[in-house]
């Protein structure tokens, strides 16, 4: 296991635990870092006023470190192995658990294996388990990672269509045509992205992380024994994790809990929004810490 570590001293503040999505790393904060427009020095998650802290999911690469056996891991798992990483580094409480997408799917896990672990619980444009749609297009970026020519280069070409939503791609592009490059500026894109991914991250990395998104299975009957205060942060236009299935587990859980809220982004940029529309995020953010 790796982590970073950014802001106050380990025990000087409250802490604040970061959970990073399917491409993410422990990297969260500072120049290069990947929600820098929401930590940092007088940010909403201020580094002045929080320690934060952020594992890399084993296997990510970030880290050098990849698993050959991927599918032998479950995002349970991974919750199991951060919680004994809290151990390792002797915390026993956290003032928040923060994740997007899949780090959101694996604090659920947490939180429903040790339920009184967190204060505060902000699980952003995810839910509890893998529904149905998500699982259908993760098969899809399996079969596209186990092929022969470019693999990661074509998943994440797919992916980037499951992130974004038709109006927001033509909305952009609109047919514009390259013709330097003889194809649309929207083609130009979409292979500028399965290329960028292609030269920072690994094969064996990507058909991990998919396969944890594929697997995310939480107990639902358990979520009502998690003690934190628990805001559900859905994107209107999600193609990923509809904000329909997150408002959904909203309403099953208040019908047993009080301290449940839900807030949802508006965007035409779906499931990509919690890493576009800093304004939103950050105001929901703010009023919840």
């Not at 580094?47 to 470190?65: H, M, Q, R, S, W």
């Not at 151990?87 to 409480?93: A, R, T």
């Not at 330097?180 to 292979?191: F, G, P």
């Amino acid at each position: 296991m790796s982590y970073q570590l950014f802001g106050k001293d380990l025990f000087s503040a409250p802490i604040i635990l970061v959970n990073h999505a399917l491409t993410g790393n422990s990297d969260v904060s500072g120049e290069k870092g990947w929600w820098k427009k929401l930590i940092g020095e007088n940010q909403v998650i201020d580094t002045e006023k929080y320690t934060v802290l952020c594992f890399n999911i084993p296997g990510n690469g970030y880290d050098d470190f990849l698993i050959d056996h991927y599918e032998d891991f479950t995002p349970s798992d991974i919750a199991n192995i951060f919680l004994q990483g809290l151990e390792v580094l002797n915390i026993k409480s956290l003032h928040a658990i923060i994740g997007g997408s899949l780090g959101g799917g694996i604090g659920w896990e947490m939180l429903v294996q040790h339920p009184t672990l967190a204060e505060i619980f902000i699980p952003i444009a995810c839910d509890f388990k893998t529904h149905d749609w998500l699982h259908a297009q993760c098969l899809v970026q399996k079969y596209l990672l186990n092929g022969n020519d470019e693999p990661l280069q074509k998943a994440r070409i797919h992916a980037m269509l499951c992130y974004r939503t038709p109006e927001s791609l033509n909305d952009r592009f609109q047919n514009k045509y390259n013709q330097q490059k003889q194809r649309l500026e929207s083609e130009d894109w979409l292979i500028y992205h399965g290329n960028a991914l292609n030269e920072r991250f690994s094969l064996k990395s990507y058909k991990l992380m998919n396969h944890l998104l594929m697997n995310i299975n939480v107990d639902e009957t358990q979520l009502e024994k998690i003690h934190a205060r628990m805001h559900m942060i859905s994107v209107d236009t999600d193609l990923f994790f509809p904000a329909s299935e997150i408002r959904m587990c909203f309403e099953k859980l208040k019908e047993k809990k009080e301290n449940v809220f839900y807030h949802e982004i508006t965007s035409i940029h779906g499931h990509d929004a919690f890493l576009m529309e800093y304004e939103q995020l950050n105001n929901i953010i703010k009023n919840i810490l």
